[in-house]
């Protein structure tokens, strides 16, 4: 029995992993276009500041280590042709540009994402550069080092985005952030991007935000950033406004696509194909506050899902599901910790829900003990039947606020639900009452007299 | 109507306010034996070593800040007599001697717990003190200063303990610790024990467990402890090996008494007698995972009793409910936090669940991210059923990962439901799948094939 594994990165290697500890015996073949697999794509833009020294560090393993446990990853090769009717590959090695073909009994579609570039003028100019493989960071590093770019311009205020400017501060570069809607950090409500926006200019990086770029000039290289009849000069560029799923080449085998523009998968990681399961960035997949689809590419889930879509193709069956996710998602920018989980208020309008929600300040241990520093926590909820839908969290404990939440938005809890709810206290963790009670109580206070079927701990 | 409140700290002091919050009509008087009401006993031990600076930290709120709110506070007020038939009190003020009576309508029995001191030879010797009370620490800091001990001797290796041995090294003393069973840190498994054990010795602390102290000795102050044949020259003992409800005013008047030995109460904080309400450490509560009786006062539980007793017996209606705990806690010793909730495995098999459980030391951020520490997780379950049990943790992330496990028991989770729960994930703030998923996924692996009823997220 032959497994082939499109894409080495979280998901596909996790999922090679997985069916070999499932069963010895399977033949196991990952390709991986890039030259290294298993790599921590999350750590990129801390490579490209030395924060994370050394570039083998975000290797989590080399096709040696693989091969020790008899799966064979073939990188540098792309897969060019894929026939799912006679389970048939072609395949390029792209070292030799040779072509050959290969076939399987089983397949895992983990072809991940790319990081799009906008097709703006100017974009294919030296010194702009996307950030999603390690190979980019490579390409940055060497561009870093042979012309010393002093002006950084990064486009996009999104996570990446938002990372890569904290970590070219740090190597002394003056930066300017552009983002075309009117605030940094989307994803999040406005108290959030207010203090992420606050936080980037406290570190000296210009922000323009509502501002969309028009033009990259320069000669020869990069030289300046149009937009909005403005000019920036600037001797770098980092382009991080989005990325889209690799699903041409399953797409063109007929593997069905799903409304988001990612594979369609069952809760098995199942394709519309027969004995082709798929994972990772390149599927959609539900988001359990909205019971939406959802394509949502992150390397946790990648990593989760490529346990069960291994499971499942190793043994042949529907072993393990993978029921889907919440959205949760955290970052930091320079001293700031932003994370959330579920919807935020607007995600829970457009889905439909009668939304309350309630934000506040509060200190990270006793106010007395000390260090005692403030983070932000907004709690989302329904307020027809105060079902918790989301939380945003921002500063001090935002990870752990962050990931609270996010359990109990796993266990389906409501906000009368968290007033009682027992976590855990002492001055040096918190305080007495965790700023998720708090604003669970909150929420109470405002909304339960109005809506008297809600009660606490009901 | 007049709602008098007996006892004025955590759980009192908070019902005072959530009652005078809905009702601005209400009469509300709080009697209070220590000097100042509002303490944050949590904190004491912090205060004891200076970490905390002014005793006034602790303090929240003062008796005059109450009188803004048209609360009156009076503090040195013991009641030493409580008719609930005529509902009289008889109250001693104790700074004049004078005794008066008082009458109430309602009554919130808030007179929380007193360390107890063992009846062993000796322990009534100057330089032997209990630490629950501020009026506690102002008395171990006069004592330090009028006789300046070089060597303390802790007895009792439970959490105040081992919070105060820390607090007492930082004031330059030689501690020791005695604790009389096998180990200390009894709430937690043996991995806890012997990581809080390590820590202390790390930290010069002197640890003698399996030894239980015979006497006290000295002349006009303690000069010695003797146990087992052994004897420990020392100028200052803390006793910290257990403390006590105070139910005795309330059992007087027929208040019934729970198993525990704490006062009953129903889910709406009443008592067995019409307008007494009861909350805070003189009561007991439901552990929501064993569904067994439990008495765990703590400072958190005790804020949130207090809120919904205040609630009920301002509205005189069940408007509120406290559903019960998990048994949540967490403390620190020196450099290593350690966090509980829900059963231990001892707890837990004594409660007649078959224990499965896997613990682990994780990182607490990606291993190529600077300062990754490791921390340990254990999970603690229900084989028959997967239902998660408990959790316990150490080191660095036990608070959030503690947190997180109690709100995956507040939503009564599986397991299984934790492979694949979407928890933040960034370089910084975790490895890529969380202690909590790779606990729960060895667990899994462990049990699931062996328990074809259970299966990942079903």
């Known amino acids: 029995m032959r497994l082939v594994i499109l894409g080495g990165v979280a998901a596909g290697t996790k999922a090679a992993s997985r069916a070999r500890r499932l069963d010895s015996e399977l033949e196991i073949t990952v390709y991986q276009e890039e030259p290294e697999p298993s790599i921590s794509e999350c750590g990129l833009p801390y490579l490209l500041s030395g924060v994370v020294g050394d570039r083998e560090d975000l290797i989590a393993r080399t096709p040696e280590k693989f091969a020790d446990k008899a799966i064979e990853v073939l990188v540098r090769h792309r897969v060019e042709g894929l026939d799912v009717t006679r389970k048939k590959l072609s395949v390029r090695d792209l070292r030799t540009d040779e072509a050959f073909g290969d076939t399987y009994d089983r397949l895992i579609v983990a072809t991940g994402a790319r990081a799009d570039l906008p097709p703006l003028p100017g974009a294919q100019l030296e ?10 960071t490579d390409e940055i590093g060497r561009y870093i080092e042979e012309r010393s770019p002093r002006r950084a311009t990064i486009v996009g205020g999104g996570y990446i985005g938002l990372e890569v400017a904290e970590n070219l501060c740090r190597l ?6 552009i983002e075309g809607e009117d605030r940094v950090a989307l994803a999040y409500g406005p108290e959030v991007s207010e203090n992420v926006e606050a936080e980037l200019e406290a570190n000296g990086v210009g922000v323009y935000t509502g501002e969309k770029v028009a033009e990259f000039t320069g000669e020869g290289h990069i030289g300046s950033v149009r937009f909005g009849g403005k000019e920036l000069e600037t001797d770098l560029v980092i382009v991080g406004v989005g990325i889209s799923p690799n699903v041409e080449l399953a ?23 027969p004995d082709v399961w798929a994972a990772g960035d390149c599927v959609q997949t539900t988001n359990l506050v909205s ?19 291994g499971t499942n193709a190793a043994t042949g069956e529907e072993t393990l599901e993978f029921p889907g996710i919440l959205g949760t998602g955290i970052f930091k920018v320079f001293d700031l910790g932003v994370g959330k989980t579920g919807l935020s208020e607007k995600e829970a309008e457009e889905a439909g829900f009668e939304v309350v929600s309630a934000g506040l300040w509060a ?17 989302i909820a329904d307020g027809a039947t105060g079902r918790l839908l989301g939380a945003e969290a921002a500063g001090s404990g935002a990870d752990k606020l962050t990931d609270v939440c996010a359990a109990a938005l796993w266990g389906r809890l409501s906000y009368p639900d968290l007033v009682n709810i027992d976590l855990a206290y002492a001055p040096p963790y918190g305080p007495a009452l965790s700023p998720v009670i708090q604003a669970a109580t909150i929420l109470s206070g405002k909304f339960d007299r109005a809506r008297k079927g809600i009660r606490a701990s009901e």
Not at 127 to 136: Q, S, W
């Open 363 to 379: 200190y990270d241990r006793a106010v007395y003990y000390p260090g005692a520093q403030k983070g932000f926590l907004k709690l």
């Open 291 to 309: 019971g939406r689809l959802a394509w949502v590419p992150l390397g946790d889930t990648a990593n989760q899902m490529g346990r069960v879509a």
């Open 127 to 136: 010194g702009v550069f996307k950030l999603r493989f390690l190979t980019d």
């Open 251 to 273: 797409a063109e085998a007929g593997v069905e696509i799903g409304a988001t523009g990612a594979i369609r998968v069952d809760r098995h990681m199942k394709t519309s194909i």
């Open 172 to 177: 002394g570069m003056e930066v300017s952030l």
